[in-house]
């Protein structure tokens, strides 16, 4: 099992730029989270999906946007990028909210 | 909304000493709790969850957590700690009533001295 796979590892933008973090998992599982992680701040959520074709906001939405066409897939897209996105992104999914969570290894992202 | 306070940055500790990490949190109605630990260049990875039941919650590598109603503490503990302990650790919190959300703490650095 890949589990929570997350493309790319690092990337480089420049202000202004757009990019999609791509997030798959082949374990079935109904809910979808991204996070951005900050040093010293612990784990942000940006938005969720219940299942697929539902998304919700978290605590941080601002500046990114989702979709959920599909159970596997859930991508996180920046349309202009700024300096204050630079981060590491985490993409996590399970089966259900109470259930624990399985996350991908993280894109390194910053923003020049 | 809920919450969780780790109010240690870092915790050291020699090989073979116990283990305590603290994790205090906040809700509305009853909790679900939830320890992680993350090593270097990597995800998060699930070690520990406290839903009902016992208070004493026991998982793998020798981990275990109390949950503490009263004092709404969740304190992640291991009797030796190993060098290979030495990792970053997580307390998240979701809210059984609420929203889908799980909340994180800030994480607690663990360095183990050998």
């Known amino acids: 099992n890949a589990g929570v796979t997350q493309t790319p590892k690092f990337r480089i933008l420049k202000i202004g730029q757009s990019m999609t973090l791509q997030c798959t998992q082949d374990?079935?599982?109904?809910?979808m989270y991204w996070y951005r992680q900050d040093p010293g701040m612990g784990l942000k959520l940006i938005y969720y999906?219940?299942?697929?074709?539902?998304?919700d906001k978290g605590e941080v939405p601002n500046g990114y946007n989702v979709s959920r066409s599909t159970t596997e897939d859930f991508p996180l897209r920046l349309e202009l990028a700024a300096p204050s996105q630079t981060s590491v992104y985490f993409c996590?999914?399970?089966?259900?909210?109470?259930?624990?969570?399985?996350f991908g290894d993280g894109t390194r992202l910053s923003i020049l | 909304a809920q919450s969780v306070a780790q109010p240690e940055d870092q915790v050291n500790v020699a090989e073979g000493n116990p283990l305590t990490v603290k994790c205090t949190y906040s809700?509305?109605?009853?909790?679900?709790l939830f320890w992680y630990v993350q090593y270097p260049n990597r995800g998060l990875q699930f070690l520990l969850k406290?839903?009902?039941?016992?208070?004493l919650v026991k998982g793998s590598y020798g981990f275990e957590a109390e949950f503490n109603k009263s004092q709404t503490t969740y304190h992640l503990k291991k009797p030796s700690a190993l060098v290979s302990d030495s990792a970053l650790y997580f307390c998240?919190?979701?809210?059984?009533?609420?929203?889908?959300?799980?909340?994180f703490g800030k994480g607690n650095q663990v360095v183990v001295i050998p």
């Open positions: 996590a999914s399970s089966p259900e909210g109470n259930q624990p969570q399985h």
């Open positions: 374990m079935n599982h109904n809910y």
């Open positions: 999906s219940v299942g697929a074709g539902i998304t």
């Open positions: 809700v509305s109605g009853n909790p679900y």
């Open positions: 406290y839903i009902t039941g016992d208070n």
């Open positions: 998240a919190v979701r809210d059984m009533g609420g929203n889908n959300r799980l909340a």
